[in-house]
Structure formats: C-alpha cells, structure tokens
C-alpha cells in the first residue's frame, strides 16, 4: 500500500516538472504551428491542459486553432469556457468575432462585435468588425456613419466603406447616343438626364429628348428594384410620352431569382402605340463565373408570337471593381415605323454593341459602339450607334 501511494506521488510530482511552465507548453505549439503541424499543437495543448485546465492562453491559443481548422463547433465550446472563467475578456471577443466573419454569420457578428466596441471602446478592431457585419447585412447607410468615425481609415476599412457606397448613394446621370443610317435616312439623336437613389429600394427617373424620323419627341420614365427577399428581386418601369416617336405608355416589371451562380428572370411589360396594344412575355438565364456574367434572354410579342419575337446574348467581365467591359448580341423580328407614322412592316434586326465602363472616385464614364442591320422584304438599313454616359454618385 506504502509503495503504491509512492509511486502515485512520483507520477503526479513528474508530470508537474515535465510541464512546470504552461508558458513554454505554449511556445511549443506556437512552433508547432509555424511548422505547419496543427495536430501536432493541439495535442500539445491537450496535455497542458490537463496540468492547467484554467490557463487562459492555453485555451485561447487552441481556440484560435480550431478557429483555423473551421472546427466551430470546438471553437466555441473552448471560447465558452473562456468566457466563464474570464468574463469580457478581449481575446475571447477576438477570436469569436473572427469565427463569425470567416462563416459569414453577419447577424452574429454584428452582436459580439458591437459588444466588443462596447466593452473595449479604444479598440480599433472593433470598427473594422462592425463595418464589416453592417456591409454583409444591407445596412450600407449605418456602415458608411460609422466610417466618419475614423480619421485615417486602414486599407481594409477603405475596401467596406467603398463597397458600402457603391450601394448606397445618390446619383445624377447624362446619356448622349447617335444613330447613323445608311442611305439618306436622317440620324437619330438622343439625350437622356437621369436622378436616382441606390440605396434600400433602388429607383431612378428620367427625362428623353430625342429626334427621330426627323421628328422631336420627349418621354420621361421609372425605374424601381425592390428587393423581395435575399435571393429574390423585382425591376418594375413605367414610362409616358404625348410625342409620336416613342410608345404613348410602358409599363411593365420581371422577377430576377438567384441561387448559387444562376440567375433567372420571368416578366411581361404592355406598352401603346398609335392606337396598338402591345403585350411582351421576357425571359433570361444567366450564370456567374467569377469576374464573367452571361445571360441568354427572349422577348416575345404576347399578340402575335410568330411575326414579333427577339433573342439575346449579354456578357460582362469585370476586369476590377472599377472596370466593366460588356458585349451584347441582339436578333429578332421586330414591328417598323417609318418617318413616326403607322406599322408598316416587320423587320429582322440585328444589332452588336460593345461597352466599356469606367468607375472613378465618385464619378463613372461609360462609352459604346453598336452596329445594326435591319433586314426587310425588299431592302436592307444598316446602322452605327455610338453613347456616352457620365454618371455623378454622391
């Protein structure tokens, strides 16, 4: 009985002297760790642990590497017994912050981080932290006031205070576009101004002048995106002119749903002109890749199928935040005015634009060039188009 109480004692007074200093326990998964060996330094912990199961750096520090291994559920286990044992601590608020950032838990992180600023109101991470919850969210507007707050904002701040303005801001826009035809057709000229808000419910308005088949001519519009539900949004316009160049009335709206990489949109819009009724059917698939978008879209005249129908391809890559190169191609059977009078024929047009998109500081350039050929039973027009758009965000 002597000898085993003895060697009882030998094993616990060994086991203390093999890990006398959990600071140097702790070292040792550090190296662990810069050797690329988390298992390794986990076990290290482990048995450290069992010595000083109450260390706070030792618990942190294996937090921190289920954190990294996005073993979550583990993480928090041990963030919680951090939590008990050491209550608002600032590594605890550390790590369980970036837990939520990396897993894009914005709701979550916005709670811990905003307690975090509470507790720790010096603690410059914490901006960071809710700027970043705020922009996952949708609340651009409270992300960008909390920006004013900082003086000199780092690298990362700047990145979430621009991609919160890009959704939230007011905007005034000047579009010029000329038609040339061949032949003696006279040109097609149109200027477009245009105010707008981006912001929870983005919309715009605008106003038209424009002349063509010789002709001046006016028509003033809405554009409205609600959002509906995360994946779900709506595009609703409607327009108006007394002038016989454009459709007396347009009004009209499409879904867009998106799941994954896949956006697809259903919609139909009615419009008059000269006494007709028009009703479109529209539809598209689109898939992101990355920096590239593709779409492939119909639109169908409701009243006759057959005679008015078009199809189209769009493609986008963006070579940064800040530069958008767009393509269209564009086919169909289309209904004709000639010189603004009645319908006389229906066409089969083609047209091919080419965009590029500029986005500055606060203000965004866009030109593009389009060829169209439009084919009728006895003739073929073609025609040049060329736009620029200068956009003022503020």
Same mark, same amino acid.
């Given at each position: ?81 951090? =939590?008990? &044992? #050491?209550?608002?601590? /600032?590594? +605890?608020?550390? !790590?369980?912050?970036?837990?939520? $950032?990396?897993?894009?838990?914005? =709701?979550? &992180? #916005?709670?811990?981080? /905003?307690? +975090?600023?509470? !507790?720790?109101?010096?603690?410059? $991470? ?13 609340? +651009? ?254």
């Amino acid at each position: 009985m002597v000898y085993r109480i003895i060697v009882i004692i030998f094993i616990t007074v060994n086991h203390y002297l093999l890990i006398a200093d959990p600071g140097k326990e702790l070292l040792k998964a550090k190296q662990a760790v810069e050797d690329n060996n988390l298992g390794q330094a986990l076990t290290i912990l482990k048995n450290a642990l069992k010595t000083y199961p109450e260390d706070h750096d030792l618990l942190t520090y294996q937090a921190r590497i289920y954190s990294w291994q996005n073993k979550r559920d583990s993480a928090h286990s041990i963030l919680s017994a951090v =939590d008990t &044992l #050491y209550p608002n601590d /600032k590594e +605890y608020f550390e !790590i369980k912050c970036k837990l939520f $950032e990396w897993n894009q838990q914005w =709701d979550s &992180l #916005y709670h811990y981080a /905003k307690k +975090y600023a509470d !507790i720790f109101p010096e603690e410059r $991470e914490t901006y960071f932290l809710r700027i970043k919850a705020m922009t996952g969210l949708g609340l +651009y507007k409270e992300a960008i006031a909390l920006g004013r707050n900082l003086e000199d904002p780092a690298e990362n701040e700047r990145f979430l205070l621009d991609e919160a303005k890009s959704h939230y801001y007011q905007f005034i826009q000047l579009g010029v576009t000329h038609f040339a035809f061949s032949g003696e057709e006279d040109p097609w000229d149109y200027y477009t101004l245009k105010y707008g808000q981006q912001r929870n419910f983005p919309w715009n308005i605008s106003t038209t002048v424009a002349k063509r088949f010789g002709l001046n001519g006016w028509k003033v519009g809405f554009e409205g995106y609600p959002r509906i539900t995360k994946n779900l949004y709506a595009e609703v316009i409607a327009n108006y002119s007394s002038s016989p160049i454009f459709p007396a009335h347009a009004l009209g709206g499409t879904a867009y749903y998106t799941y994954s990489r896949l956006e697809i949109s259903g919609g139909m819009r009615q419009s008059a002109w000269q006494a007709r009724q028009f009703f479109l059917g529209n539809s598209s698939v689109g898939v992101y890749l990355g920096s590239f978008y593709c779409t492939l879209g119909a639109l169908v005249n409701l009243n006759d199928i057959h005679s008015s129908n078009s199809y189209r391809i769009k493609t986008r890559y963006y070579f940064s935040t800040d530069h958008l190169l767009e393509f269209n191609a564009y086919r169909g059977n289309v209904p004709v005015t000639m010189n603004g009078e009645t319908i006389v024929s229906t066409s089969h047009n083609q047209f091919y634009t080419l965009s590029y998109k500029r986005r500055f500081k606060s203000i965004t350039s866009q030109i593009q060039l389009g060829l169209q050929q439009e084919e009728f039973s006895e003739t073929t027009r073609n025609a040049t188009m060329g736009s620029f758009t200068l956009q003022y965000r503020y």
